[in-house]
């Protein structure tokens, strides 16, 4: 809507009469005008907005210049309509610089008839509205991308919330299991422990899945390529998806040929491409069903296909399939269902690696296959990763650790599984406690919740660190948030690490093992 300042006409003849006149005879043809004495007043009348400026030559004498910055400091819309009333005769030098700097000008000379002027006025304005209404359009796009990057922080803001409300019930879970595995030697308690930890571990990539499509969709991800061989990526990939090939009874083919086959890629989240591309083919693939992967050369890259003879893609969901949160015809097969964001986030991964993801199906019955194009690096000699999982080892040496968490199943359990790898652990449940308890059982590592309610693990960490006996104390973060930004801030309060809930017992134990051989190095040196 244009606003009623916005279509006026400022007039500014500095000379007799004739700004009287102008608005007079203006006004007449139902113009609104309103008189400019000077340039400043030309500017702040301008501030609150004008259809047009009406300007005598005599004015342009020592404010060509002058207009000519207050044109400039316009909008990228606007393009103020400037008519010149001119003198009789020659072009003066001021005219001549002011039609060549200040842009959108109308010559008008006088003397100049009535009608002749109330037109080129109402033109201009005409123009001028023409622009309003494309600053209007302009606002409204502008609210409109506000509004989607608010829903898109907000989207992010419930993710991460989710993401770390999952994980501290899935924390102490991972814990027992770990801890059932360390202690369970009969062979029947033993599979159902290898069951319970692959189903926790589909819960956290679940979770994992959530924020890496988050991630990947704001730019904020970044891979850590290395050279590493196909077959070691794709074995990996397998070994997730293992459990639901299992209990589906789906037999499952590989034919990735002889020759290796290098990539200059991340291996984890390469790997996550096909774990999910396998993940799809297992869900819609009735029980008992094949499935197939198999790699081959074509020029500098490779082709791997993930295909199945499940239920197919219909014309009508191929070019959808990739979208975010797409899922196909899952009522024949209860077990699909998922949160529709697998194939979204394995394109997006093959996409930061250079490469692609097609999709191809014959139709409902007929199966489907995904063909994944990658870039290959020139053939080296290199030796293939032996992946898989393991039991946790026992750490080296008895050292102390402080376990400090206000979700007390989490801590507890976190206390056993530490304790059965070797440890001395104290549990407290809340900062004072934990600062507390600091001086008397001398920790060498402390692994700390940073979301506790009333003093945060930023703040115990910060305070931990004003103390002298705790320079040489590792400080770990345990924590369900797992952002940058969590990371960053964790960091500047003096942790050493950041690890993610459910924690990753193998990384935990690297992290003691380190405490450990420092503390041992420290007493060689002493004995010294």
């Known amino acids: 809507m244009i606003e009623q300042t916005e279509g006026r006409v400022l007039v500014l003849a500095p000379t007799g009469k004739d700004a009287t006149l102008t608005r007079e005879l203006l006004g007449y043809a139902g113009i609104r005008c309103e008189i400019c004495t000077d340039l400043g ?44 009333l001119t003198r009789n005769g020659a072009d003066s030098e001021a005219l001549t610089e002011a039609v060549h700097i200040l842009g959108n000008v109308i010559l008008l000379e006088r003397p100049v008839r009535v009608a002749a002027l109330a037109s080129a006025v109402r033109s201009a304005l005409r123009t001028r509205d023409r622009q309003y209404r494309a600053r209007s359009h302009l606002v409204e796009r502008d609210r409109a991308i506000h509004a989607l990057e608010e829903a898109d922080r907000r989207k992010d803001e419930f993710l991460a919330t989710l993401a770390h409300e999952l994980r501290n019930p899935l924390a102490p879970i991972r814990n027992s299991v770990q801890s059932l595995r360390l202690t369970t030697t009969k062979e029947s308690l033993a599979s159902l422990v290898d069951i319970m930890e692959r189903q926790v571990g589909t819960m956290v990539r679940l979770v994992d899945d959530l924020l890496e499509v988050s991630r990947i969709t704001r730019g904020k991800i970044e891979l850590h390529k290395e050279r590493v061989e196909l077959s ?177 199943d989490g801590a507890n359990t976190l206390r056993l599984l530490l304790e059965l790898l070797g440890a001395e652990v104290r549990v407290e449940y809340d900062g004072p406690s934990a600062l507390n308890a600091f001086g008397a059982f001398r920790p060498e590592a402390v692994l700390l919740d940073i979301g506790m309610p009333g003093m945060d693990g930023l703040e115990v960490a910060r305070r931990l660190r004003r103390r002298r006996d705790s320079h040489d104390v590792m400080l770990i973060a345990l924590t369900g948030w797992g952002q940058e930004k969590d990371r960053r801030d964790s960091e500047a309060a003096g942790f050493d690490h950041h690890l993610i809930k459910p924690v990753d017992i193998e990384a935990l134990q690297g992290f003691l093992a380190a405490v450990h051989g420092a503390e041992q190095s420290k007493a060689q040196e002493r004995q010294h």
């Open 41 to 84: 007043c030309v500017v702040r009348e301008l501030e609150r907005g004008a259809g047009a400026l009406l300007v005598a030559e005599e004015a342009l004498t020592s404010g060509s210049q002058a207009l000519a910055d207050i044109v400039a400091r316009q909008p990228a819309w606007s393009d103020l309509p400037l008519l010149i």
């Open 232 to 408: 070691s990526v794709i074995q990996a990939a397998v070994e997730t998806v293992q459990p639901l090939l299992a209990s589906a009874r789906h037999q499952l083919t590989l034919a990735l040929g002889p020759q290796p086959f290098f990539l200059e890629a991340d291996s984890v989240r390469l790997a996550q491409v096909f774990a999910n591309l396998l993940n799809n083919a297992a869900k819609y693939t009735r029980d008992g069903g094949h499935i197939w992967i198999s790699a081959a050369r074509d020029g500098d890259e490779v082709v791997v296909t993930v295909g199945d003879d499940g239920m197919g893609i219909s014309a009508a969901s191929l070019p959808q399939i990739f979208d975010l949160f797409a899922q196909g015809d899952i009522s024949k097969n209860r077990r699909a269902g998922g949160l529709g964001i697998g194939l979204t986030l394995a394109r997006a991964l093959a996409d930061l690696h250079g490469g692609s993801i097609v999709a191809r199906s014959e139709g409902p019955g007929q199966g489907s296959e995904f063909m994944v194009r990658l870039p290959l690096t020139p053939d080296t000699h290199a030796e293939r990763s032996e992946l898989g999982g393991s039991t946790p080892q026992a750490i080296r040496g008895r050292i102390r650790v402080l376990v400090v968490d206000d979700n007390q």
